[in-house]
T-cell receptor, first 113, second 117 residues
């Protein structure tokens, strides 16, 4: 089955810097990969989806890359703000076509003013 | 109301109780999901319903019983739970697809914080 690895250690950065989070997977190459944001005590919120034939996707200050050779996705937040502090989850589809997603454990980002 | 709603937001129950969690989506989606989120663990998929049919059961113990009466509502019936079942239970919905997984984004509710004594 698919295994996803995200850095379990919190990432602390200074406001204005670029945050880079990593998502590695170990088995089959997924058709797409999604990133979500989760605040404490709340459900995750979808941010971006990138497909296997896309190298990069952008949305405002967010950028996601997808390297199927390295089996890795990078998630960047440029000009980070304290309001970006949250846990960021990457998710890949399960092997069935039911819409099932497998989530990583998430990386907590703390942006200090 | 818009989006995905869940009730109750908090629930405390004894091991011999029977209770139900409710999820409702107002997005016109056809797929609904139950997830369990325990502290320091990844989100764990429990069940998937596509067009009211259960299409995924992730080896969930029978003390959790899902019900999907229509595409807008999803229930999780709980009975004789164990303390280790204490967690945040999240419901989600997505557009759903009968033919293949197209990567439809999932919209999550706020969750029910369940404590089993």
């Amino acid at each position: 089955s698919q295994k996803i690895e995200q850095n379990s250690e919190a990432l602390n950065i200074q406001e204005g810097k670029t945050a880079t989070l990593t998502c590695n997977y170990t088995n089959y190459s997924p058709a797409y990969l999604q990133w979500y944001r989760q605040d404490p005590g709340r459900g995750p919120v979808f941010l971006l989806l990138i497909r296997e034939n896309e190298k990069e996707k952008r949305k405002e200050r967010l950028k996601v890359t997808f390297d199927t050779t390295l089996k890795q996705s990078l998630f960047h937040i440029t000009a980070s703000q304290p309001a970006d502090s949250a846990t960021y989850l990457c998710a890949l589809p399960g092997s069935s076509n039911t819409g099932k997603l497998i989530f990583g454990q998430g990386t907590t980002l703390q942006v200090k003013p | 109301e818009t989006g995905v709603t869940q009730t109750p937001r908090h629930l405390v129950m004894g091991m011999t109780n029977k209770k139900s969690l409710k999820c409702e989506q107002h997005l016109g989606h056809n797929a609904m999901y139950w997830y369990k989120q325990s502290a320091k663990k990844p989100l764990e998929l429990m069940f998937v319903y596509n067009f009211k049919e259960q299409t995924e059961n992730n080896s969930v113990p029978s003390r959790f019983s899902p019900e999907c009466p229509n595409s807008s509502h999803l229930f999780l019936h709980l009975h004789t739970l164990q303390p280790e079942d204490s967690a945040l239970y999240l419901c989600a919905s997505s557009r759903g697809d009968r033919t293949s997984g197209r990567g439809n984004e999932q919209f999550f509710g706020p969750g029910t914080r369940l404590t089993v004594l």
